[in-house]
């Protein structure tokens, strides 16, 4: 999917990660992230900042969602094409 959207993304062009963040040692996370999809990969800021420049994307942007919102633990990434 994610080498789709690098495909088609314009230079000049975004494309925006939001990621439900995994289970950070948090007991609440753990809690709520156990009603997810058991097939879903949850990654980490590290993994995401590796993973889109290896696709051939540069990160313009990235922070939390919902910031001070604590039950709602999503950041996003905010990229673009790299020259």
Do not use: C, K
């Not at 948090?26 to 879903?40: L, V």
């Amino acid at each position: 999917l994610l080498q789709e959207a690098t495909r088609v993304t314009r230079a000049g062009g975004f494309v925006m990660i939001a990621e439900d963040m995994g289970s950070t040692g948090d007991m609440a996370r753990a809690q709520r992230n156990a009603e997810h999809d058991p097939n879903g990969i949850f990654r980490s800021e590290d993994e995401w900042r590796a993973l889109l420049p290896a696709m051939g994307l540069r990160v313009v942007d990235f922070g939390p969602m919902w910031p001070g919102n604590l039950s709602q633990p999503q950041e996003y990434f905010i990229s673009t094409p790299a020259v």
